[in-house]
């Protein structure tokens, strides 16, 4: 930049380049943000530092500053430094630009260090918009409030290590259920609590698929490890027992032992997913399995039954 400033500086003498020069000096000159700046520091701004610093101070004038009043969008910003919006500062004894990070930037990265901090297996990542006031704002009856009230308290008290019961959210199809956890998913991002939201049924039919090949261990173990699980939609699946005594049940063994804290959302109460984890009337023994995960199940979560009306259209 200084080369180009000097090289303008000397051609500024001569005949049409003056003329130029004169022009672009006058268009910096009359710029807004430029005499309110120049006005702001008077005392400090010489005459000769904004001669020398011309340059500079058309670059300044070219960029987007105010709220990327300039730009459509991030990805068309339209700086020199893209994100980045320049603030004239005082150099020595002339003028230059400091490039500060712009607000879309930095509620873009903002919101990328957050996703990074949801893992969400198959689970829609509109999901993860969802905020736990709008959840009763839209509907406020008994059953909604108080989940509310409990993810809240979840939400913001829990902190790593300690032990916290999770809730087990049950109610029909579209009352907010998997929303529920996706709020409280971004709440905790937002301190920098990192969670997994795992939808079951499709979790369950990858696993199947992995049977045989060596990801099947790491898979079962990333989730059974997550800091703050959520099991999303368990008894949509065709549940076997396989998933239920390899996959679901040591899962939540690791969990209950570990106080790690565990969410689940399922169109079953208690008793009906007690019923459907039995699945096979053959015998005894599968009422016993059932009724170990069950115990998992209840030590790990508060049942709480959501109301309201579908809202899937
Ligand atoms: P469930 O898991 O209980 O079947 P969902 O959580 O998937 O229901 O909700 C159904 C649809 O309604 C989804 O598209 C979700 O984004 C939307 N939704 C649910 N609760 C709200 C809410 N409080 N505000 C806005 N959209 C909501
Ligand atoms: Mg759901």
């Known amino acids: 930049m200084e080369k180009i400033n000097t090289a303008l500086n000397k051609l500024a003498n001569t005949g049409q380049f003056k003329k130029r020069y004169d022009h672009l000096k006058d268009e910096v000159l009359s710029d807004p943000d430029i005499v309110l700046y120049l006005n702001e520091n008077s005392s400090t701004v010489t005459n000769e530092m904004v001669e020398k610093s011309l340059v500079k101070l058309y670059e300044f004038t070219t960029q987007s500053k105010h709220n990327c009043e300039k730009c459509p969008?991030?990805?068309?910003?339209?700086n020199v430094l893209k994100g980045y919006q320049p603030r004239l500062i005082i150099q020595g004894n002339?003028?230059?630009?400091?490039?500060?990070?712009?607000?879309?930037?930095?509620?873009?990265?903002?919101?990328?260090?957050?996703?990074?901090?949801?893992?969400?297996?198959?689970?829609?990542?509109?999901?993860?918009?969802?905020?736990?006031?709008?959840?009763?704002?839209?509907?406020?009856?008994?059953?909604?409030?108080?989940?509310?009230?409990?993810?809240?308290?979840?939400?913001?008290?829990?902190?790593?290590?300690?032990k916290q019961k999770g809730l087990y959210l049950h109610g029909q199809f579209g009352v907010g259920k998997t929303y529920l956890l996706g709020a409280i998913a971004n709440e905790l991002a937002e301190r920098k609590i990192p969670s997994m939201i795992v939808y079951v049924p499709d979790f369950l039919r990858e696993l199947k698929g992995s049977i045989g090949d060596n990801t099947l261990n790491s898979k079962i173990e990333m989730v059974k490890k997550a800091s703050v699980l959520m099991l999303d939609d368990l008894g949509a699946e065709s549940m076997t027992s396989w998933g239920r005594d390899?996959?679901?049940?040591?899962?939540?063994?690791?969990?209950?032992?570990?106080?790690?804290?565990?969410?689940?959302?399922?169109?079953?109460?208690?008793?009906?997913?007690?019923?459907?984890?039995?699945?096979?009337?053959?015998?005894?023994?599968?009422?016993?399995?059932?009724?170990?995960?069950?115990?998992?199940i209840m030590y790990l979560a508060d049942p709480i039954h959501l109301d309201g009306k579908n809202r899937r259209h």
């Open 73 to 78: 969008t991030l990805g068309e910003c339209k």
């Open 246 to 296: 390899e996959v679901i049940g040591p899962i939540l063994q690791f969990r209950m032992l570990e106080n790690l804290p565990t969410f689940f959302t399922s169109n079953f109460n208690f008793a009906e997913l007690k019923n459907h984890l039995t699945f096979s009337q053959r015998g005894e023994k599968e009422e016993v399995k059932a009724a170990r995960v069950m115990e998992r």
């Open 94 to 162: 002339s003028l230059d630009l400091q490039y500060d990070m712009c607000p879309r930037k930095a509620v873009d990265d903002d919101k990328k260090k957050r996703e990074k901090l949801i893992q969400s297996l198959y689970v829609p990542r509109d999901i993860l918009s969802a905020s736990i006031r709008d959840f009763y704002q839209t509907d406020s009856s008994a059953g909604r409030m108080d989940a509310a009230e409990k993810a809240t308290i979840f939400a913001t008290e829990y902190e790593a290590g300690k």
